[in-house]
C-alpha cells in the first residue's frame, strides 16, 4: 500500500491500518525446473479442463509432488475453503502492541495432514511477484490453535507447464513479519 501502510482484519469487517511491510516478495527460483515424474499410473483428463488454482493444486497432489517436496508421504487432503479464526495475538509492522484478531474469515486453497504435520497451501495460477503475508499468517495461527502437529505454509503457483513451491515459516509465532522462506523449487510434471 501506498505510504508504507497496509490493512489487517482484525474483526470480520472491521480492519485496522498499520505501518510497516505487510507484504513479502516472492523469491525467484533461479534453479531450473526438476522434471517430476507422476506417480499415477494413468492420465487425468479431467485436469486439463479450465485453469483454476483448486485444478493445478489438485493435479500437483494427486501426481504426489506436494508429498514430494515436503518429504511426507502421509500427507491426506482435510481442509478447503473458508473459515474463521479463534482469537489470536500478535505483532505486525510497526505497531508497538499486540494486535488481537478473532473471528476473521481466512481461506486455504488446499490443507494436508500428515503424521506429523499439518500444510497450508496458497495457490495461484500466474506468476506472482508478492503476495500479502496475512493469507499465510493468519490460516497458519488459526491451526495452530486446532492441532498439536507442526504447521507449515506453502506457496504454490502453476506458471505455463511448471509448478512452483515455496515452504515458509515465521521465527515467531507471534511476530507477522518475522515470515522467513524454508526452500523452494519448481517442477515439470510428467505423466508415466
Known amino acids: 500500500m501506498d505510504n508504507n501502510l497496509f490493512i489487517l482484519p482484525i474483526k470480520n469487517g472491521v480492519y485496522s491500518i498499520l505501518q510497516g511491510e505487510g507484504y513479502i516478495d516472492v523469491p525467484e527460483i533461479a534453479t531450473q525446473a526438476t522434471i517430476y515424474k507422476s506417480r499415477l499410473d494413468f492420465e487425468l483428463n479431467t485436469s486439463k479442463v479450465g485453469n483454476s488454482e483448486m485444478q493445478h493444486l489438485d493435479f500437483a497432489y494427486s501426481s504426489s509432488l506436494i508429498r514430494h517436496f515436503l518429504e511426507d508421504e502421509s500427507l491426506v487432503l482435510t481442509i478447503r475453503g473458508r473459515k474463521y479464526t479463534p482469537?489470536?495475538?500478535?505483532?505486525?509492522?510497526?505497531?508497538?502492541?499486540?494486535?488481537?484478531?478473532?473471528?476473521?474469515q481466512t481461506e486455504v486453497d488446499a490443507g494436508y495432514e500428515g503424521r506429523n504435520q499439518v500444510v497450508l497451501i496458497e495457490a495461484k495460477n500466474r506468476?506472482?511477484?508478492?503476495t500479502i503475508i496475512r493469507?499465510?499468517?493468519?490460516?497458519?495461527?488459526?491451526?495452530?490453535?486446532?492441532?498439536k502437529k507442526k504447521v507449515n505454509v506453502l506457496f504454490f503457483e502453476k506458471r505455463q507447464n511448471e509448478y512452483a513451491l515455496w515452504q515458509f515459516d515465521f521465527d515467531d509465532e507471534k511476530d507477522y513479519n518475522s515470515i522467513k522462506l524454508l526452500k523452494s523449487a519448481q517442477f515439470e510434471i510428467e505423466s508415466r
Open 87 to 104: 482469537k489470536f495475538e500478535f505483532y505486525a509492522g510497526q505497531h508497538k502492541h499486540l494486535i488481537t484478531a478473532e473471528g476473521v
Open 135 to 147: 493469507q499465510l499468517y493468519y490460516p497458519f495461527r488459526q491451526w495452530q490453535i486446532h492441532t
Open 127 to 130: 506468476s506472482t511477484t508478492n
